[in-house]
């Protein structure tokens, strides 16, 4: 066994089991942690076979911005622990629908079935090693990503807008304890009845409408 195949099965074994660590563990805290040691395997893997732009990126992007910006806020946030079972059967029929609608769309736009199914003598990926030499990790995925796969592209982006959603919906708790002023009450309110004037005396005021 050779260092890097050692090396390969080390960082695929930690980062199976930090990503089950993941979402298995109840605190947030933990799981984020255990997510900055999937990211850390991950740009492991990405070094060994070659990609050092992709392996410093996870690096820089993922564990040094929003894995660290992730821990600060849930530890910030009074994330309660609940540990009430979430049926998951009631939610099958919803998730099983958007799953096909998300399927048929992409079969719709690059036939993904095929891509799945093509043989060897046709493919439908571009040898970049025989198109062009010296080729850069930054350029070879500049033009996978705009070209080949801009679709998926776009899509990241929308899951991206998804969870940014999301963070906000988590965030907006209505609290009962803070004074503030309710719009549509005051502007349902009779000025009639709530406007006095008041006439003030050296033994105390007369109170006039």
Not at 44 to 73: D, H, K, Q
Not at 138 to 163: D, H, M
Not at 184 to 193: D, F, S, T, V, Y
Request: some cysteine; aromatic content about 12%; proline content about 1%.
């Amino acid at each position: 066994m050779t260092i890097e195949t050692f090396l390969f099965l080390t960082f695929s074994i930690f980062a199976l089991i930090s990503a089950l660590m993941v979402v298995s563990l109840v605190n947030a805290v933990h799981s984020v942690l255990f997510l900055i040691l999937v990211f850390c395997n991950i740009a492991g893997l990405l070094l060994l076979i070659g990609a050092e732009f992709l392996s410093f990126m996870f690096l820089i992007v993922y564990v040094g911005a929003i894995a660290v910006l992730f821990l600060f806020v849930v530890m910030m946030l009074n994330i309660r622990v609940n540990l009430t079972t979430l049926n998951l059967a009631s939610l099958a029929p919803l998730g099983g629908t958007i799953l096909c609608i998300l399927f048929y769309q992409l079969n719709l736009t690059t036939n993904i079935f095929k891509l799945f199914l093509s043989s060897a003598d046709q493919p439908l990926w571009i040898n970049w090693f025989s198109e062009k030499e010296n080729l850069s990790n930054v350029k070879v995925i500049g033009n996978l990503l705009y070209t080949n796969f801009s679709l998926l592209f776009l899509l990241s982006s929308l899951i991206l807008l998804v969870a940014m959603i999301g963070a906000i919906v988590l965030t907006m708790h209505q609290r009962t304890d803070v004074k503030k002023q309710k719009i549509e009450l005051q502007l349902i309110r009779n000025p009639a009845g709530v406007v006095k004037f008041i006439k003030l005396r050296n033994n105390g005021y007369d109170e006039t409408r």
